[in-house]
């Protein structure tokens, strides 16, 4: 019997209602119809997926977008599409992204029935005001009945997104947020800070002067609050945004820290494979072997686990210290870092200033 690779599947669908006003992910608004025929485009493309031949599905993950936008029928096609054709591994984790509003109890028994096993939700405040300058199309009271839903349908493992960094967000009302969601004991919290993304409608008012962001200081102290307040319910950091219980780390979201391949099918989607980086449409690109050394640094001190040495060795068949022995040094020094005998990882104050900590590790050009 030929063992097949392990592979993760991450599928694109571009839609919502209305476009958030600092959202610069590839979604927008559309017709049932236009709906339908990249429903029906998706599932030729994943049904035509050579790589079925070697590889198995570990983790499958719907994202967007809005995916709870697809009808029931439209979903189980997509999941008709990957069943027929790939094999999925007994227990593979399986997450759907949804919006509060926009998710049925019709339809959450549908996911249940598709082996959807992790809803990924996406609340951001659990203060309307924010909600509404975000341009969100929920209310809070939306996403409670929804989250109350998903629970009733049986869904043992749940995010909640939350947002800090919001335009008129005080530190008392993220701490209010953060309470509220942990409080209500979903297994995992990831927790972004707002980035203001060209393109956008903030990127637009903040070039006209007309977006108030909370300073530098407050948006540090809200960070340094989610560590903290989290950890009290039990909630641990193992990435620089994502808090899960134990055992509820997000396997899907893990894989690309690690750089495990990954097949993104859809719009715009990526793609690792053999060592080669392409999105649906695009030339691949080959990695050299420095490109897939930094990345493993970059991508590894996310975690709060770190960069496996043996792992890196065993891959490039030299040792972390003998490529990367100078930067280690200054930095576990500066106590940015801890360079162990099995692993290297962030401090919480290399943690706190990740990008600069990252940008240190790009290697010269041989
Ligand atoms: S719901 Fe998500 S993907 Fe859609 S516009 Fe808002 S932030 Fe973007």
New binding site residues.
């Given amino acids: 019997m030929i063992t097949k690779k392990p592979l993760e599947l991450y599928l694109h669908i571009?839609?919502?209602?209305?476009?958030?006003h600092?959202?610069?992910?590839p979604?927008?608004p559309t017709t049932p119809k236009e709906q339908r025929a990249y429903v029906e485009d998706l599932c030729h493309l994943i049904r035509e997926q050579k790589t079925s031949k070697t590889h198995a599905l570990s983790t499958i993950f719907v994202g967007?977008?809005?995916p709870s936008l697809l009808t029931a029928q439209e979903i189980s096609s997509i999941f008709a599409a990957i069943r027929e054709t790939f094999e999925v591994v007994r227990s593979g984790e399986i997450t759907i992204?949804v919006?509060p509003g926009t998710v049925s109890k019709e339809l959450l028994a549908c996911y249940q029935e598709l082996g959807i096993n992790r809803l990924s939700i996406?609340l951001?405040s659990t203060n309307d005001d924010e909600l509404k300058t975000?341009?969100?199309?929920h209310t809070y009271q939306d996403f409670l009945e929804t989250y109350e839903s998903c629970k009733e349908a049986g869904f043992k493992n749940v995010n909640v997104d939350l947002m800090f960094g919001i335009p008129g967000q005080t530190v008392s009302s993220w701490e209010r947020s953060l309470r509220q969601i942990a409080e209500l004991d979903p297994q995992h919290i990831s927790a972004y800070s707002l980035i203001v993304e060209e393109g956008t409608k903030f990127s637009l008012m903040e070039q006209k002067g007309e977006l108030i962001l909370p300073s530098e200081d407050v948006e540090r102290e809200m960070y340094k609050l989610t560590k903290n307040l989290l950890l009290e319910y039990g909630f641990h950091r193992y990435e620089i945004s994502n808090y899960a219980k134990a055992g509820y780390e997000c396997r899907h979201n893990l894989g690309y820290w690690q750089r495990k391949e990954y097949l993104g099918l859809g719009y715009q989607a990526a793609s690792l494979i053999d060592e080669t980086r392409f999105t649906t449409g695009g030339e691949p690109v080959v990695l050299s072997v420095k490109e897939q050394m930094e990345e493993t640094m970059f991508l590894g001190l996310r975690m709060s686990c770190g960069v496996d040495k043996e792992a890196f060795f065993k891959k490039y068949g030299c040792t972390l210290d003998s490529v990367y022995g100078k930067v280690l040094e200054e930095f576990a020094q500066k106590e940015l870092l801890i360079n162990g005998n099995e692993k290297v990882y962030l401090t919480e104050k290399g943690l706190d200033l990740s990008n600069y900590v990252m940008s240190e590790f790009l290697l010269e050009d041989e």
Avoid: A, H
Wanted: charge should be positive.
């Fill in positions: 571009p839609f919502c209602v209305r476009k958030c600092y959202c610069d992910f979604s927008s967007g977008g809005t992204e919006n996406g951001q975000l341009g969100r199309i």
